[in-house]
């Protein structure tokens, strides 16, 4: 049988081998999901919030090839920088092994190598879910059937509403997957606290959220947890404004048939573009509350043991 070949970084190495608290970051977010040369900064801003609240980070993609789970400062870099970089989603990576390619993963490759490594909890920014539309485009992201059946907690904002938020919650519930909203009832919509949908369930504390993903685990149901933490108030932005310029976007992706893996790189680029830097600021400003909760998790996990 042919061994699953990726390489974990030694500093992530050593601190699964002692059993201590590792975040698992994606990087599709850096290649497709936000410009140079922010997309370098938020990857290490990230990794410096991880590591100040006790855990290691380990921002994990595809380099020529190489599965590669915890990048070097060298190779973060040149990621960041490679705009002819790929986007792999789960079906992705034993292609673009083949092809030796580079490539930022999505949430569902990160999952999946997160997993393989041995890390139980992954930051994002906002996952990928139901599009609007989707009963005639049928585009539901592979990120939602890799929560149903890989046991990765992912902490995110919730999702963008450039997808259709009532379904991608119905899905999760399909799916089998918790949605645990964090010090809040309502599921969160990235840019904004409330998406005037319920969250599944709420817990008020990281050391609770920790005993949950334990339980869960535990439980042998083999599903995702998604954790929905609502972006910090004074980071919000207004609601009206950005869905206004969220439908402009997905009108155009329309207009110009965008679909399939470009069209969420197509639309987050529309809207960074869009609203001048303003998105951007909140994009950066959520994935540093995301990593600040997750580290928090997999600190209060490492002490259960
Ligand atoms: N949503 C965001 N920012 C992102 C993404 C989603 O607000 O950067 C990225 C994530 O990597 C996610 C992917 O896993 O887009 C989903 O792509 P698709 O919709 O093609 O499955
Ligand atoms: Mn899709």
């Known amino acids: 049988m042919t061994a699953f070949p990726f390489t974990v970084g030694h500093e992530v190495a050593s601190a699964l081998a002692d059993g201590r608290p590792v975040v698992a970051l994606e990087s599709t977010i850096i290649t497709h999901g936000l410009p140079a040369p922010q997309n370098l900064e938020m990857a290490r801003a990230v990794e410096a919030v991880v590591r100040a609240r006790g855990a290691t980070p380990a921002t994990i993609a595809l380099i020529h090839g190489v599965p590669t789970v915890g990048l070097g400062e060298w190779e973060l870099e040149?990621?960041?920088?490679?705009?002819?970089?790929?986007?792999?989603?789960?079906?992705d990576i034993a292609t673009m092994i083949v092809r030796g390619e580079s490539a930022g993963t999505t949430v569902s490759a990160t999952m999946l190598l997160a997993e393989r490594a041995g890390i139980k909890v992954f930051a994002t920014g906002g996952v990928g879910g139901v599009h609007r539309g989707a009963e005639q485009t049928f585009d539901v992201s592979a990120d939602l059937t890799e929560l149903g059946r890989t046991p990765t907690a992912v902490v995110c904002a919730g999702v963008k509403a450039i997808l259709d938020i009532p379904k991608t919650l119905e899905v999760l519930e399909t799916?089998?997957?918790?949605?645990?909203?964090?010090?809040?009832?309502?599921?969160?919509?990235?840019?904004?606290?409330?998406?005037?949908?319920?969250?599944?369930?709420?817990?008020?504390?990281?050391?609770?959220i920790a005993r949950a993903v334990a339980l869960h685990r535990a439980t042998g149901a083999g599903t995702g947890l998604l954790i929905a933490n609502p972006i910090p108030a004074e980071d919000a932005l207004d609601a009206a404004a950005i869905e206004a310029t969220i439908a402009s976007a997905v009108r155009e992706a329309e207009r110009l048939g965008v679909a399939g893996k470009a069209l969420t790189p197509f639309l987050l680029q529309r809207i960074n573009e869009l609203t001048a830097g303003e998105s951007l600021k909140a994009n950066i400003a959520l994935v540093k509350n995301n990593a600040n909760l997750a580290a928090r998790i997999a600190v209060a996990l490492a002490a259960l043991g």
């Open 78 to 91: 040149a990621l960041a920088a490679d705009r002819s970089a790929g986007k792999a989603s789960s079906r």
């Open 175 to 208: 799916q089998r997957v918790p949605v645990i909203a964090f010090g809040v009832d309502e599921f969160p919509a990235f840019y904004t606290r409330g998406s005037g949908q319920k969250a599944g369930q709420r817990l008020d504390t990281p050391e609770q």
